[in-house]
């Protein structure tokens, strides 16, 4: 039986969540699983939770994801890169890095930092928000 590597479980994860499909996400996390967002006072803890928050997103629908490395060490991973999210109609651009912890083959914690992409004639302030 192959074992799966942890950058094999995040490559699996992002192709999820770019065709919008977060149980691919959630089958590859442990019941318990915590999710924080940078800047966002809020952690979710558990499957239940993390689904309830993802399905809030409305009208954002992520459309593509351009993952530029993923880095593994032991129960740890960090994957960045780039991801485009259909706003009501306005494809907008984000940078993205996420921390994974594991236990086992399960993602036990994820830790997002997400940064809009400064478009033209788009201020300083408004693209760190």
């Known amino acids: 039986m192959a074992v799966t590597t942890n950058k094999e479980i995040i490559e699996k994860v992002n192709a999820g969540f770019e065709?919008?499909?977060?149980?691919?996400?959630?089958?590859?996390c442990a019941e318990d699983v915590r999710w924080i967002m940078?800047?966002?006072d809020?952690?979710?803890?558990?499957?239940?939770?993390?689904?309830?928050?993802?399905?809030?997103?409305?009208d954002a629908k992520l459309t593509?994801?351009?993952?530029?490395?993923?880095?593994a060490e032991g129960d740890s991973a960090a994957c960045y890169g780039e991801m485009t999210?259909?706003?009501n109609g306005t494809p907008t651009s984000y940078s993205y890095c996420d921390v994974y912890r594991?236990?086992?083959?399960?993602?036990t914690e994820l830790r997002s930092f997400v940064v809009k992409q400064k478009t033209e004639g788009e201020s300083e302030q408004a693209a760190s928000a």
């Open 85 to 87: 999210m259909d706003e």
């Open 38 to 40: 940078a800047g966002d």
């Open 102 to 107: 594991f236990s086992g083959d399960k993602i």
């Open 64 to 71: 593509s994801v351009d993952i530029t490395s993923i880095i």
């Open 42 to 58: 809020e952690i979710r803890t558990g499957k239940e939770s993390v689904r309830q928050f993802m399905a809030s997103m409305g």
């Open 19 to 28: 065709k919008n499909n977060p149980e691919v996400f959630l089958d590859n």
